[in-house]
């Protein structure tokens, strides 16, 4: 069955301090895995898709990679700004997607 | 401009009420979707229109009825209402049918069954 893991639950950061998160898939065929970021009482906001094995992309302090069983978003000197529920999903090729349960990030200032 | 909008943003109703929400996107997409956010995050897809056909229809109980009378319009209606409904619904929008291309989400209408 497929499956999105995303690790840790939660995460707190000092401001400044970078770190990674991990999302681990096993997905029949993946064609895409996307990250997402979630505000509280907000929709799912696009950040990356990544579509292949050694694919990477960046956006201000962000950086996503895919390996061909996990992918990592690395957030580089973080910001208090940067606080809110980042979520990754596969998509197969059995045109299913398939979300993980996010991982909760705060940055302290 | 608001690009995937869903009314309406908070729902408080008994059980054994029928209620609807309704989404609409500006976004010129030919996809709709309706998911349910439980409360441990999960993001689960119910269904999924393709100008106007439904392509899409995971295991939902069929007190759960989609209708899409455009491309543009997505709307759920549901049907006597248990406290398993209450959740946080998500209305999203993507092109090219089924594909890989990313989703854009409405801010989630908050369903409350008392």
């Known amino acids: 069955e497929d499956q999105v893991t995303q690790s840790p639950e939660a995460l707190r950061l000092q401001e400044g301090e970078s770190s990674s998160l991990n999302c681990s898939y096993t997905?029949?065929?993946?064609?895409?895995l996307f990250w997402y970021r979630q505000d509280p009482g907000k929709g799912p906001e696009f950040l990356f898709t990544?579509?292949?094995a050694g694919e990477e992309k960046e956006k201000e302090r962000l950086k996503a990679t895919l390996t061909k069983k996990e992918s990592f978003l690395h957030i580089t000197a973080p910001k208090p700004e940067d606080s809110a529920t980042y979520l990754c999903a596969g998509y197969s090729s059995a045109s299913k997607i398939i979300f993980g349960s996010g991982t909760r990030l705060s940055i302290r200032p | 401009d608001t690009a995937v909008s869903q009314t309406p943003k908070y729902l408080v109703t008994q059980m054994g009420n029928d209620k609807s929400i309704k989404c609409e996107q500006n976004l010129g997409h030919d996809t709709m979707y309706w998911y349910k956010q439980d409360s441990k995050k999960f993001l689960k897809i119910m269904f999924s229109?393709?100008?106007?056909?439904?392509?899409i229809n995971e295991t939902v109980p069929n007190r759960f009825s989609p209708k899409s009378p455009d491309k543009a319009h997505l709307n759920l209606h549901i049907n006597s209402l248990e406290l398993g409904d209450s959740a946080v619904y998500f209305c999203?929008?993507?092109?090219?049918?089924?594909?890989?291309?990313?989703?854009?989400f409405g801010d989630g209408t908050r369903l409350s069954i008392l």
């Open positions: 229109y393709n100008n106007k056909e439904l392509i």
């Open positions: 990544l579509y292949s």
């Open positions: 997905v029949s065929g993946l064609r895409g």
């Open positions: 999203a929008s993507s092109t090219g049918g089924l594909s890989n291309q990313p989703q854009h």
